[in-house]
Antibody, heavy 116, light 112 residues
Framework: QVQLVQSGAEVKKPGASVKVSCKAS????????IHWVRQATGQGLEWMGW????????GYAQKFQGRVTMTRDTSISTAYMELSSLRSEDTAVYYC?????????WGQGALVTVSS | DIVMTQTPLSSPVTLGQPASISCRSS???????????LSWLQQRPGQPPRLLIY???NRFSGVPDRFSGSGAGTDFTLKISGVEAEDVGIYYC?????????FGQGTKLEIK
């Protein structure tokens, strides 16, 4: 069965970077795009961008341009989302999800807390 | 960016009664390929979202038939024909017609 398993919770200081992983199983990793969505505590959902695991092509929401990088390692069927220059407003649960977007395949979420 | 506006933001419903959530987009969601990429998601506390409806009215596999979607262009509706206790959660509309993909603010469905 299709599964997306994300890395664990992280605590970072303002100005630091965080890299969240999303390991796919149960399907051919390079066949479907991976999207990243975040959700601040008690808030709504926010789409951050997508990556094509086959080509490595990416597309980011303008809000995150220059701060986010989505990459992958096809040898271990894992996608990554790195967010830099972290600020308190980046405290959120970060989800990976698979295409076709929106799908019913989501990671369990990774809580990133930004605090001094 | 396409702005998605949901109403109401909170919906207290009696068990067994119908519920309806509206979603309006700031521009047409009809894609150049002729499809309208408007979907509805349900999120229960502490869980990732779950896909209910895609392309306006297509129920995803395993979704009970009490959920239905309708609409066109910029106005869309999710209906639950008879609310059950397990339907409690937050419902989001989302568009995948144009980047960046965007979501409505969410509608909290609760039991009276």
């Amino acid at each position: 069965q299709v599964q997306l398993v994300q890395s664990g919770a992280e605590v970072k200081k303002p100005g630091a970077s965080v890299k969240v992983s999303c390991k796919a199983s149960g399907y051919t990793f390079t066949t479907y795009d991976i999207h990243w969505v975040r959700q601040a505590t008690g808030q709504g959902l926010e789409w951050m961008g997508w990556m094509n695991p086959h080509s490595g092509n990416t597309g980011y929401a303008q809000k995150f341009q220059g701060r986010v990088t989505m990459t992958r390692d096809t040898s271990i069927s894992t996608a990554y989302m790195e967010l830099s220059s972290l600020r308190s407003e980046d405290t959120a649960v970060y989800y990976c999800t698979r295409s076709p977007y929106p799908s019913d395949y989501w990671g369990q979420g990774a809580l990133v807390t930004v605090s001094s | 960016d396409i702005v998605m506006t949901q109403t109401p933001l909170s919906s207290p419903v009696t068990l067994g009664q119908p519920a309806s959530i509206s979603c309006r987009s700031s521009q047409s969601l009809v894609h150049s390929d002729g499809n309208t990429y408007l979907s509805w998601l349900q999120q229960r506390p502490g869980q990732p979202p779950r896909l209910l409806i895609y392309k306006i009215s297509n129920r995803f596999s395993g979704v009970p038939d009490r959920f239905s979607g309708s609409g066109a262009g910029t106005d869309f509706t999710l209906k639950i024909s008879g609310v059950e206790a397990e339907d409690v959660g937050i419902y989001y509309c989302t568009q995948a017609t144009q980047f960046p993909y965007t979501f409505g603010q969410g509608t909290k469905l609760e039991i009276k």
